[in-house]
């Protein structure tokens, strides 16, 4: 059993496959900061991909420029959208599916939620880290083939926004958030408890799969 945690530095997610003795590696065009270098492909993710090695992959796209989060660079101007922002929104856009239809039997594409300009297709699962027993929340989405929906495993009623929202709502007297997150790798690692979901519920069928 292989599976593959593409666009991952920090090793969030195959560590956690790792521990339950599947045979996981993290790939992105960065080195590692999990600690693990001898799991970690350093290279082209969508080559990786399609190399026809891997029984399950687990994607984390980029999101820059595909994400709501960007849209005051979207639409610099109320109504006018900016051609050289939505031209690189595009290029994210194929790499995104270049990812969910790489030739894999199980995957699943993580990503926030995206501007609907972008074109994305509709996703499988919203899940927040409050859902996995962390006190933040960070809605982020899963697009999956041929696997379930992952099950909240630790609920947690009292959390704060991890990410920075409507920081410029506050010259206008709007509500807003700083976030918790320190800069833009910790706001794109995996959380711990998601990651450890990721890794019992869907590394459990995998194996059932693969020994029937």
């Known amino acids: 059993m292989k599976v593959l945690v593409a666009c991952e530095e920090s090793q969030a997610v195959a560590k956690e ?15 590692c900061s999990g600690g693990y270098p001898e799991w970690h492909i350093k290279g082209d993710a969508i080559a990786e991909a399609y190399s026809g090695k891997y029984d399950m992959m687990i994607a984390h796209p980029p999101c820059t420029f595909m994400s709501k989060a960007g849209a005051r ?6 109504g006018n959208l900016s051609e050289e922002r939505f031209e690189k929104s595009q290029e994210a856009k194929d790499f995104f599916m270049k990812m969910l239809n790489a030739p894999i039997k199980y995957i699943a ?7 609907k300009v972008v074109g ?3 996703h499988t699962q919203a899940v927040q880290p409050y859902e996995y027993g962390h006190p ?3 809605r982020t989405l899963l697009w999956l083939k041929n696997l379930n ?10 959390y704060t926004p991890y990410l920075p929202s409507n920081t410029g709502g506050k010259k206008r007297g709007q509500s807003y958030s700083r976030g918790t997150s320190k800069n833009a790798k910790e706001s794109s690692k995996t959380f711990k408890g998601v ?7 869907w590394g459990a069928v995998l194996k059932h799969k693969l020994n029937e």
């Open 149 to 158: 929906p992952l099950n909240p495993t630790e609920i947690i009623e009292n």
């Open 195 to 201: 990651a450890e979901a990721m890794a019992n519920q």
């Open 120 to 122: 994305l297709p509709m």
């Open 136 to 138: 933040y929340s960070k």
């Open 73 to 78: 660079w979207m639409f610099p101007t109320a």
């Open 109 to 115: 594409v993580e990503n926030p939620t995206p501007l």
């Open 17 to 31: 496959f790792r521990k339950i003795g599947i045979e996981a590696y993290s790939c992105d065009i960065q080195e």
